[in-house]
């Protein structure tokens, strides 16, 4: 919150509180969400391309893209990680 507000500005923690219940809200929003495909999918695990989806039919679509995007990047990340780890052990 504070990188958006000129530097003299000043948060109350009121403010800082609501903000922070706000979030867990939306939070517990897009997962129930992303919750309910996957039990009617018959699944236990909620995953990112869930929230993805959750997001994008709750319509954050401005969220949803970037967050593929991220999603997307951080599995070739992950992937070529494990690749590299499973190189050295051979």
């Not at 070739?76 to 499973?86: D, I, L, P, T, W």
């Amino acid at each position: 919150m504070k990188q958006i507000l000129p530097p003299n500005a000043k948060i109350s923690k009121e403010a800082k509180e609501t903000m922070q219940e706000c979030v867990s809200e939306f939070i517990s929003f897009v997962t129930g969400e992303a919750s309910d495909r996957c039990h009617k999918e018959k699944r236990k695990t909620v995953n990112g391309d869930d929230i993805c989806w959750a997001l994008a039919s709750l319509g954050f679509d401005d969220y949803s893209e970037p967050l593929k995007r991220y999603l997307y990047r951080y599995r070739e990340v992950e992937g070529e990680r494990a690749g590299h780890s499973k190189a050295s052990n051979d």
